[in-house]
């Protein structure tokens, strides 16, 4: 369910900035793991650290809460990480997927320190587990958080209590007030109640705007409105919003999201990761006129899964059928839904709600076009469709054994790319100077490193490296200042 | 059984078997991830292995006001329990026990006043211990209070061995499944940090700590009454026996541990969210770990009171309590350790393959 943003009260002249006590050294606004991260590394440095998480507690921590590893750099075995994952190689890696739009120092930065990341992640009650069954090919790159991104959730709140920081849930923070780059308090909507807090210093970590729909439809046009929001519904990107409009300097493609192709029955937030739909490799996927248009064998998937977000956005309605058949069946990850099972391709065409002639027309051809050769399941293996407009280039084999099996796939928005510019220690400029005492971390700043693409893990090493940062930076500044 | 459990259990287990973010925390967990859907023997193995550390409610995304509505330790406990009851010969009278915390009371209430009766048990103290009570109606009464009612617990295994698919038992399966009963392998969170029983999302090794203390004590106090009954048969040694003595040693510091156990085990139980545990049954945990701690309670009292004017009463109470732990033996939570230790053997043959 989307959900409701408070106003801001016209009536109540709340903000009075410079006026009245200032209680708290750090205000961190947001609540997953770039904000946990920095609230700790505050209150470890001894500031007063208050924490504002718009969700309620049951929902806290963002979309960190759905997530499940995070990557590390490591010289040797390290824990759960097998063998040796080098910062070059690191770096390479996230140059292949943005194609060059990063920043590398901060992108170096955020490679180097992942490594004491992991045994600071340790010290806080964070616990690892090796990889996750079918994800083996991430055993050496990425640590897997047992019990995944909530486990590590708690874990941080709990340190953030121990440590006796203020939390606040059902706290959206409406408006941040900064004159002439200097922060002076936020104004904040605590459970309908809205005031006007002050603090030294604060650390935004408050997310993306991908949940906010009407930002998505201005930067997509109305397909966004068919798209679904697979993590939380409260990174709508207000603070973000706030800060730009004020001067805040801004990286990152406004209108470009990362969406992968999940199953159409998720709901519209908070599906996460077990709406995702693996078998597109070894199926066809069709428009809602019947048709091919793509290939869907051009890569290994955890390769491709990514670009199907976009394919399918851009197909009409903004939907897809992914069709498979008995031969396939076991190949991929057990979805949440149960596909659409028929035994015949009119049936299934029939139950899915497409044009049959269309459909066995596609399929006839499909079958026509495949050729003899060995299937490998887990390789690419170069079984391709011959003379077909698109190609099919790998694991195309003929969908002729019942029953047939249909998914329907939608674009699922994982993230939004626009966000602050910082510099190494996380903080934010206007106008290309810095802040006296405004911090940045995770996917609110998460543009600069990632220009575009994505890499699996990365989201969560960018948010611990610079929420730590951020939130050291902050305390110190605000122990100067107290 | 119910179609109802399983069909909740089924499916949230479809829920999180696309996901697999608990992986690590027990063997229910790798368990499931050999099934790509789920029927009733997958679904009702999976529930006995499960522990009950909630820490899969505790770090699932999914759990309610989430429309998935996750709660797995409640869903297979829902089903667990109902496993035991369904196999069982006398499934009515296991849901009345299990839901029913009083009837064990009363049983021991009813136990006390037969032995008055049929014991004569005088209300004064002697010396001796059989002048209380005669060796002779002792063994005439708990033998068919024993032998029965593990005969019908072992009726319900039989059939639940049947339904499981288990195979002929090896050593190997039953030093692996010994291993982790012996350790409470499944109730330590998957890296050692604990669960989540009493304490939210906070982990915690105390219903560990509480429930070896309670099974080992058990397991002494029932070592005790073993040899004991050796030495009166093979060897002619008749009680009371001297403090060191085995059947003594053993004796009281198991009464120690299962009372000390038994009561932290009831403290975790107040403490604990019934959200997560099984559906109208708390009342009969509740009557079982208190039975428990009064079979062992009373034992120690016994024993320190012997010689003394209520030493008498204190028999009565103790030998009560025995009574009603044993006839519903097969009804009530112990059954937990039996089928959970079947299903720790039928997860030990599994995960060979
Ligand atoms: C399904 C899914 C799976 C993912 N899996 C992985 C993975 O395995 N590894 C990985 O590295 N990345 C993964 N990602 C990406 C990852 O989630 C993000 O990169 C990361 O969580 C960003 O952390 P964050 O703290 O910046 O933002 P979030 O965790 O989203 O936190 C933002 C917080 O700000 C709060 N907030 C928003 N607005 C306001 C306001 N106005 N006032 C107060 N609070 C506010 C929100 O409630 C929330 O608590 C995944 C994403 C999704 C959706
Ligand atoms: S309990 Fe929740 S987090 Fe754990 S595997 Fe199941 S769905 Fe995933
Ligand atoms: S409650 Fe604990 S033991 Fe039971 S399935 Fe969940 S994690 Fe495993």
């Given at each position: ?61 963002g979309n960190s809460r759905h997530t499940r590893n995070f990557r ?21 890696d996230l140059?292949k997927v943005t194609k060059?739009n ?30 996750l069954?079918g994800t083996?090919s991430l055993?050496?790159t990425n640590?897997f958080?047992?019990?995944g991104g ?57 997310g993306g705007f991908e949940s906010d729909k009407?930002w998505l439809t201005?930067a997509w046009?109305?397909a966004a409105k068919n798209f679904l929001i697979r993590g939380t519904p409260?990174n ?16 990152g493609d406004?209108t470009q999201c990362h969406a992968v192709a999940i199953d159409g029955r998720a709901p519209e937030y908070d599906g996460g990761i077990v709406t995702r739909v693996d078998c597109v490799p070894f199926s066809v996927v069709l428009n809602k006129?019947?048709?091919r248009f793509y290939d869907e064998g051009e890569d290994v998937w955890p390769k491709r899964y990514a670009i199907w977000g976009r394919l399918v956005a851009s197909q009409p309605d903004q939907v897809g059928y992914a069709i498979i ?6 190949l991929f990850m057990p979805t949440v839904f149960?596909a ?55 694991w ?10 249909g998914y329907e796939l939608r674009p699922g928005v994982t993230f939004t790319y626009l ?24 996917e609110?700043?998460a543009g600069?490193?990632l220009g575009e693409g994505y890499l699996a893990g990365f989201g969560m090493?960018i ?20 | ?14 829920i999180?078997?696309a996901c697999r973010y ?39 995304q999914y ?5 998935f ?285």
């Amino acid at each position: 369910m989307p959900i409701e943003i408070p106003k801001i009260d016209p009536n109540l002249e709340l903000i009075r900035p410079g006026e009245g006590s200032v209680i708290y050294d750090v205000i961190v606004v947001g609540g997953g793991n770039a904000a946990l991260c920095a609230a700790i590394r505050a209150a470890e440095s001894g500031a007063k650290v208050l924490l504002l998480e718009r969700a309620r507690r049951s929902y806290r921590g963002g979309n960190s809460r759905h997530t499940r590893n995070f990557r590390c750099m490591h010289q040797v075995p390290k824990g759960v990480l097998t063998n040796a994952y080098l910062e070059d190689e690191f770096f390479e890696d996230l140059l292949k997927v943005t194609k060059g739009n990063t920043d590398e120092s901060l992108a170096r930065l955020a490679i180097r320190s992942s490594e004491e990341c992991y045994d600071w992640m340790l010290s806080q009650g964070v616990y690892f587990q090796e990889s996750l069954s079918g994800t083996l090919s991430l055993s050496r790159t990425n640590a897997f958080f047992l019990g995944g991104g909530k486990a590590l959730v708690n874990a941080y709140y709990n340190r953030l209590d121990d440590l006796g920081v203020d939390v606040r849930y059902l706290a959206t923070v409406l408006d941040v007030v900064v004159q002439d780059r200097v922060f002076d308090g936020v104004l904040v909507d605590i459970k309908g109640e809205q005031s006007y807090i002050r603090a030294h210093a604060v650390v935004l970590a408050s997310g993306g705007f991908e949940s906010d729909k009407e930002w998505l439809t201005r930067a997509w046009g109305d397909a966004a409105k068919n798209f679904l929001i697979r993590g939380t519904p409260y990174n709508t990107g207000e603070v973000l919003k706030n800060l730009l409009d004020k001067g805040a300097d801004q990286v990152g493609d406004p209108t470009q999201c990362h969406a992968v192709a999940i199953d159409g029955r998720a709901p519209e937030y908070d599906g996460g990761i077990v709406t995702r739909v693996d078998c597109v490799p070894f199926s066809v996927v069709l428009n809602k006129n019947g048709e091919r248009f793509y290939d869907e064998g051009e890569d290994v998937w955890p390769k491709r899964y990514a670009i199907w977000g976009r394919l399918v956005a851009s197909q009409p309605d903004q939907v897809g059928y992914a069709i498979i058949d008995q031969k396939s069946h076991s190949l991929f990850m057990p979805t949440v839904f149960t596909a659409t099972k028929a035994d015949s391709i009119a049936e299934l065409a029939e139950q899915l709600g497409l044009p049959v002639k269309a459909v066995e027309k596609t399929i006839w051809e499909f079958n026509a076009a495949c050729q003899e050769g060995a299937f490998h399941p887990t390789e690419l293996d170069g079984l391709s469709t011959k003379e077909l407009e698109p190609a099919k280039t790998n694991w195309a084999r003929p969908i002729d054994t019942a029953p047939f099996y249909g998914y329907e796939l939608r674009p699922g928005v994982t993230f939004t790319y626009l966000g602050f510019k910082v510099d190494g220690d996380a903080r934010v400029s206007f106008s290309n100077e810095r802040a006296t005492n405004v911090w940045a971390a995770g996917e609110i700043m998460a543009g600069s490193i990632l220009g575009e693409g994505y890499l699996a893990g990365f989201g969560m090493t960018i948010g611990t490296v610079f929420g730590r940062i951020a939130g050291k930076e902050a305390a110190d500044y605000a122990s100067q200042s107290a | 059984m119910q179609a109802k459990a399983l069909e909740e259990a089924n499916r949230q287990l479809a829920i999180c078997n696309a996901c697999r973010y608990c992986e690590g925390f027990c063997a229910s967990f790798q368990a499931m991830t050999r099934y790509r859907s789920f029927d009733d023997q997958s679904i009702i193995h999976m529930a006995n292995l499960c522990h009950n550390c909630q820490a899969c409610y505790h770090s699932c995304q999914y759990t309610c006001p989430h429309e998935f509505d996750l709660n797995i330790p409640k869903a297979l406990a829902d089903v667990r329990v109902e496993s035991w009851e369904s196999h069982v010969p006398g499934t009515v009278i296991a849901e009345k026990v299990q839901s029913n915390g009083w009837i064990i009371a009363l049983l021991t209430v009813i136990a006390a006043i037969l032995f008055g009766l049929i014991g004569n048990i005088p209300w004064v103290s002697d010396a001796n211990f059989y002048s209380l009570i005669s060796h002779n109606s002792l063994v005439a009464v708990f033998t068919p209070l024993f032998i029965g009612p593990l005969l019908v617990l072992f009726m319900g295994l039989y059939r639940y061995w049947d339904t499981v698919g288990g195979e002929w038992i090896g050593w190997n399966d039953l030093s692996v499944a010994f291993k982790a009963a012996g350790t409470m392998k499944n109730l330590d969170g998957g890296m050692g940090q604990g669960c989540n029983y009493e304490k939210s999302d906070r982990y915690s090794q105390t219903r560990k700590w509480a429930h070896h203390a309670t099974m080992y004590g058990f397991l002494l106090c029932f070592a005790a009454t073993s040899v004991a009954t050796i030495m009166h048969y093979g060897f002619g040694l008749e009680a009371p026996y001297p403090f060191l003595s085995l059947p003594k040693l053993l004796g009281v510091s198991g009464g120690i541990l299962l009372t000390l156990g038994t009561t932290k085990l009831l403290y975790l139980k107040m403490k604990s969210d019934p959200k997560l545990g099984v559906s109208d049954r708390r009342s009969g945990e509740y009557g079982f770990i208190l039975i428990l701690w009064l079979v062992s309670t009373s034992g120690l009292l016994l024993y320190w009171l012997g010689g003394t004017a209520a030493a008498g009463a204190m028999l009565n109470i103790h030998l009560a309590s025995i009574a009603a732990f044993f006839v519903t033996l097969p009804y009530t939570k112990m059954a937990h350790g039996f089928f959970r230790l079947a299903a720790l053997i039928r997860e030990a043959q599994l995960s060979k393959a």
